[in-house]
């Protein structure tokens, strides 16, 4: 069994009054990609927010690799790459020239034609970001977070807004990230993609963990507690029509 890469021990935050996420705990291993799902509210940024160091924690702990997130934040940020819902990039600069910006922050030198032809951008080297599709930006905000090579990579609600063959493409780029060994962390409202993507999910409501396991014993677990819905069982589906119908090339 792989070793913990994240620790999270009994954390809580709150916001006045209002407990948002509320004791919660849970490992996740290296390697692995690991999803946490749940309705708006239900406290699932907050809790990555505190992990990525964005927010303090009121109580509890999180390690990453060993190292307390809240004793030492400088190290995590090392550690880690994070793709939020809007990230913002300056305007009027080659998306080389940002990869190269970002990647001198962290103290290394890369090659920006490499990353970019890893998110299938290569074509797009000398653009703008404000020039790029809403899946391009998603891609290029992926490779911007790993330019330091980090060992855990969070992304929240990463294909919200995105048309069907953007969002199967960046599926198809997690999978990359996964398979050259960073962990992977991620929201989602979208379960098919948690269920495509995720080796484990962990499903918050009013900011307590209410399940944790993996996609197939949870749905095992429905329905061995009786759940039935009628439902036919086809070979494709109305996306899978669309894929087919336009997305032949990669546009977005």
Known sequence: MSQAIVQVKDLHKSYGDREVVKGISFDVKQGETFGILGPNGAGKTTTLEMIETLRPIDKGTVTVNGINVAADPQKIRYLIGVQTQSTAFMDKVKLTELLEQQAAAYGEK????????????????????????????????????????????????????????????????????????????????????????????????????????????????????????????EQADLEDVFIDLTGKELRG
């Open 110 to 233: 890369i090659d920006p034609l490499k990353l970019l032809k890893d998110v299938n951008l290569e074509s797009q080297a000398s653009s703008y970001v404000e020039n790029l599709s809403g899946g391009q930006k998603q891609r290029f905000s992926i490779a911007a977070a790993l330019v330091h090579q980090p060992k855990v990579f969070f992304l929240d609600e990463p294909t919200t807004g995105l048309d069907p063959q953007a969002r199967r493409r960046l599926w198809e780029l997690i999978r990359m990230v996964k398979k050259q060994g960073t962990t992977v962390i991620l929201t989602t409202h979208y379960m098919e993609e948690a269920e495509m993507l995720c080796d484990r999910v962990a499903i918050m409501d009013e900011g307590a963990i209410v399940a944790l396991d993996t996609p197939e014993n949870l749905v095992r677990q429905l329905l061995k507690r009786g759940f039935k819905k009628e439902r036919k069982v």
